[in-house]
């Protein structure tokens, strides 16, 4: 009976020996991981000290994004109002997009000319605070195609210029420095910051130009026609022939005279490729490519279906789809 008894008193000391080893190595886990928290804490914190940007369109998402952060994928420092799909030309805000305009530090639009939705917005905001809003278009540094003066094009566009700005990457360039100087007034603690990542974004862009320069080398004589006369910026920095646009404006519809003189035109050019929306199926640019056996490229104007934020890899893709469009039959 004795033996049991103290067998008994031996497993309940091995066991409390056991909880006890347990509650130290717990503690001290605990307390390792407590010593980890606050840098956890601060490292997030230094990812949400910064501006709260929203821009307007993803296409300028992918420029701003990398000026904002080293890792724009992980800090996710900048919002894109429009969503998916959405037309930046006839978009109707919604209560929480005003909220999003209200919250946040920097607004940056490409302008009226484009988004007409955002006009009364974004001047309430500037009436409060200048600072807040940055409409791309107002930019004076900008490159505007030389057709961008001629009644067709006030037509188009609603205004003086082809809003599509982003598709010269000189005009990239002249944004980003525009941003840079904002974003270092409203953080002035990131200046180095901010000026380091723009002349690292302007390399890239310069370097990705050369690249684009590269690819279309041989295409510049071939003749194509695009779905919509969007495409006037990059047409106009590289040199390339635009024969036509189907339709003056995107919501616009051809009208019979137009489509007979274009379909005219590309025979006489000798035109092999039309240039069409993304998601465009059965609208006039294809109807118009299998009627006169074209080549159909889905130009993303837009950026909807770019991953990451990568403005030098985007224009280039651009670059290549018209060259892809263009080169067979040279």
């Keep these: 009976m004795k033996l049991r008894h103290q067998c008994f008193l031996n497993l309940r000391y091995r066991s409390f020996l056991a909880r006890k080893r347990f509650k130290t190595t717990l503690g001290a886990y605990v307390f390792a991981l407590c010593g980890l928290v606050p840098g956890m804490i601060n490292a997030e914190e230094l990812n949400t000290q910064g501006p709260k940007v929203l821009v307007s369109i993803k296409p300028l998402a992918l420029l701003i994004a990398p000026l904002l952060s080293d890792m724009p994928q992980i800090a996710g420092s900048v919002d894109i109002l429009l969503p998916p799909k959405a037309s930046p030309h006839s978009y109707a805000l919604k209560v929480s997009d005003r909220k999003q305009l209200i919250a946040a530090d920097l607004v940056v639009w490409v302008g009226s000319d484009m988004e007409r939705f955002l006009e009364k917005p974004i001047a309430a905001i500037t009436r409060a605070d200048a600072q807040k809003t940055l409409a791309a278009m107002d930019v004076s540094a900008m490159h505007w195609p030389e057709s961008a003066d001629e009644h ?82 990059f047409v106009a920095r590289f040199g390339l022939k635009q024969l036509a646009a189907i339709r003056v404006g995107v919501d616009s519809k051809p009208g019979a005279k137009h489509l007979y003189e274009l379909r005219k035109g590309i025979v006489k050019a000798e035109a092999p490729c039309v240039l069409v929306d993304p998601g465009e199926t059965d609208g006039w640019g294809v109807r118009l490519a299998e009627e006169l056996n074209l080549r159909v490229a889905s130009l993303d104007i837009l950026a909807e279906e770019v991953e990451g934020m990568d403005y030098a890899k985007y224009i280039e893709g651009l670059a290549r789809t018209v060259e892809a469009c263009l080169s067979d039959g040279l």
Excluded: C, M
């Design 152 to 233: 067709d094009s006030k037509h188009q566009h609603h205004g003086l210029h082809d809003p599509h700005f982003w598709l010269n990457p000189q005009n990239a360039i002249a944004l980003l420095d525009a941003v840079a100087k904002r974003l270092q007034v409203l953080n002035p603690g990131q200046q180095q910051d901010y000026q380091r990542r723009l002349e690292d974004l302007t390399s890239k862009i310069v370097d990705s130009e050369l690249k684009v320069v590269d690819i279309l080398k041989n295409v510049h004589s071939k003749p194509f026609v695009v779905s919509h006369d969007g495409f006037g910026h």
